[in-house]
């Protein structure tokens, strides 16, 4: 087990310092030139002296290489720059939003698993009736239905039936923890809708292979009753690949985090990860893109981990993926 | 991962040879009807889907109004007999937007995946035959690119491109690629195994010839079903750009544009203005995804637990 570790981290370490590679040339060939932007005026209300002193102050005149080398460097110490935008250290403002998003990831996550999986269990344990013919037709409703647009209808049903308006005031966990899991359970239901309907649709899918496999009948035979074959027999065999699936959706999760935070505006890395990007805010729009995959490799790392913890045999294949 | 597709040489024939069994006159015909049968939901999304295409092509002639230009008598206009889905905040015929908006979402979904899948095969398949530090390097890079959240990766393409319907196509195929290039490359790993390739070998193939001729073919189901499920998937990644202001701009009508911006604020007291084209879009990539269930179904049942 613990060589799998260390050859799962260094898969890992390697693969963090591709993204950094790749978030770095990403950005340096966003065409506005960042100099025009950090001096504050439009392009055309400079001289070319003075753009050419503020890139030889910033170091963008210095090889690619050179700027890369440093960039990694600063990283290292967790100084990711400081916001052309905001004007704050990079890091601090990730820091600041990071709560809001962390919660509405793990709010998904539960609320998709927590509702998924006895759908997914109940569908297969009734395959072919109309309990399962109704929620086979939810998930693939669930899977085609477009995050920001399911949180767009949330939002206008919240307000006709609840005069519901958006909080000027996003309430950090550890002050409020009620009124900040009522104020994000919103936007964590759009994101964790298409989470749901994959995990319901995975879940049955596998449960109905296991409750075909020769123990299940053996269990039965025994007299158990009926629920205890289907989740301890059942469910505990099924349940191997509905975890890979979570960790393998976790970038699709991110992904639709992004665009849902635009639509409830709720102050987390998603809408900073936006305004970054597209007011070429580079310095930032470097550090946050990093952290959201960091983010990503670190959470495969745990699923592989997890993964070889409860499937002894996955630890010996390994480095052919 | 568990992405090991064990791929059968002669499974993406069975489709082939049902058609190609059947007599000659009508037949085929008959075919396609039996298999419609048996896949029901996969022939009404290929139904959907072949309507959205239609209109699209067809959008001058089918669209009541001009999608661009305004009625400033009518703004806000609830749906009517005159404007059949209402109108939005400049007066314009919310139907006809939807109808030329399903050319930019059909031309971005169609051409990202098409784009995605054809160069991350192109990769998988080189990476994979050949080997070595090829492989390897190919494969570090795929891994990195995993590591960004598809939409991410996008936006940030889009805002390195700028915005326009081409840049689009590109920005939203970069996320395809090393998704693309992982199932060809271990469908190729499967294959070099098999004593037909060995066999195009001893007869003095070229690699070149090998690839184009014996290996690609082989991989070809497990890329068009990956294909039908990303269409869906850059449709309504397209519609986000969009929405986030980093794809296609106003005037032009798009999808996710019509449900951006003020739109949502709007949308209080016209609800019709992002109920429609949520509705377009989510029409859309339930027909692609229906149909990509039924083509996985018929190419190769065992995917069915890969690929969720």
Redesign the interface.
């Known amino acids: 087990m613990f060589s799998f570790i260390v050859q799962r981290l260094m898969v890992g370490i390697v693969t963090l310092f591709g993204v950094a590679v790749m978030v770095f040339l990403i950005m340096r060939v966003i065409p506005g030139d960042a100099a025009v932007m950090l001096s504050g005026a439009g392009a055309g209300a400079v001289s070319e002296e003075e753009l050419a002193q503020v890139r030889t102050q910033m170091g963008l005149d210095r090889p690619l290489v050179v700027q890369f080398v440093d960039w990694a460097g600063h990283v290292a110490r967790l100084d990711l720059g400081t916001s052309l935008r905001t004007g704050n250290p990079v890091f601090d403002d990730i820091t600041r939003r990071f709560p809001y998003t962390l919660q509405i990831v793990v709010m998904a996550t539960l609320i998709a698993v927590f509702l998924g999986i006895p759908a997914g269990v109940l569908s297969a344990r009734y395959a072919g009736t109309w309990i399962d013919q109704l929620l086979q037709a939810l998930s693939i409703g669930g899977l085609a239905a477009p995050s920001f647009w399911v949180g767009l209808i949330l939002i206008l049903g919240l307000v006709s039936l609840f005069q519901w308006s958006a909080p000027l005031l996003w309430e950090p966990f550890w002050v409020s923890p009620v009124k900040s899991f009522t104020q994000l359970i919103w936007p964590a239901l759009a994101v964790g809708l298409r989470q749901l309907a994959l995990i319901a649709r995975m879940t049955r899918s596998i449960m109905l292979e296991v409750l075909g496999e020769d123990y299940i009948r053996t269990a039965r035979a025994k007299g158990l009753s009926e629920w205890h074959v289907v989740i301890r027999h059942g469910l505990s065999n099924g349940l191997l690949p509905v975890v890979t699936l979570i960790g393998f959706e976790f970038s699709a999760l991110f992904g639709g985090l992004i665009i849902t935070e635009a639509v409830f505006s709720v102050p987390g890395l998603g809408q900073y990860v936006v305004a970054s990007i597209l007011n070429r805010d580079y310095p930032a729009a470097q550090g946050i893109v990093l952290v959201l995959a960091g983010i990503v490799v670190l959470g495969n790392l745990t699923v592989d981990l997890i993964y070889g913890w409860l499937d002894p045999r996955t630890r010996l294949r390994g480095a052919e993926t | 991962?568990?992405?090991s597709i064990g791929l059968p040489a002669a499974a993406d024939g069975d489709v082939v040879a049902v058609l190609d069994a059947a007599p000659s006159r009508g037949g085929r015909l008959r075919a396609l009807g039996r298999i419609s049968r048996r896949h029901p939901l996969g022939a009404f999304g290929a139904f959907v889907l072949l309507t959205i295409v239609v209109v699209a092509v067809g959008a001058p002639y089918i669209a009541p109004f001009d999608p661009i230009e305004g009625d400033t008598a009518a703004l806000f206009s609830p749906p009517n007999s005159t404007y059949w889905l209402g109108t939005d905040a400049f007066g314009r015929d919310i139907l006809s937007r939807l109808i030329y908006g399903a050319r930019v979402s059909l031309m971005v979904g169609m051409g990202a995946s098409l784009l995605g899948v054809v160069v991350g095969a192109s990769l998988g398949i080189v990476a994979g035959y050949r080997g070595g530090w090829a492989d390897i390097i190919t494969q570090?890079?795929m891994?990195?690119?995993?590591?960004?959240?598809?939409?991410?990766l996008a936006?940030?393409?889009a805002?390195?491109l700028?915005p326009s319907l081409q840049n689009v196509i590109i920005a939203l195929a970069m996320p395809i690629v090393p998704r693309a290039a992982r199932i060809a490359r271990s469908s190729v790993l499967v294959l070099k195994a098999t004593a037909f390739i060995e066999a195009a070998r001893a007869t003095g193939c070229s690699d070149t010839r090998i690839m184009l001729r014996h290996v690609l073919p082989n991989t070809f189901a497990p890329l068009l079903i990956i294909a039908t499920a990303y269409l869906?998937l850059a449709v309504?990644?397209e519609?986000?750009l969009d929405?986030?202001?980093?794809g296609i701009q106003e005037p032009e009508p798009s999808w996710g544009l019509m449900?951006s911006g003020a739109a949502?604020s709007l949308?209080?007291v016209a609800?019709w203005i992002?109920?429609f084209?949520?509705l377009a879009?989510?029409?859309m990539?339930?027909a692609s995804?229906?149909l990509g269930d039924a083509i996985r179904d018929l190419l190769d049942p065992k995917l069915?637990?890969d690929y969720?």
């Open positions: 991962m568990t992405t570090r890079v891994d990195a690119m995993f590591a960004f959240p598809m939409l991410l936006l940030a393409m805002a390195v700028g869906g309504v990644q519609a986000a929405y986030l202001g980093a449900m949502t949308a209080l609800p992002v109920i084209p949520g879009i989510f029409l990539v339930l995804n229906l069915q637990r969720p």
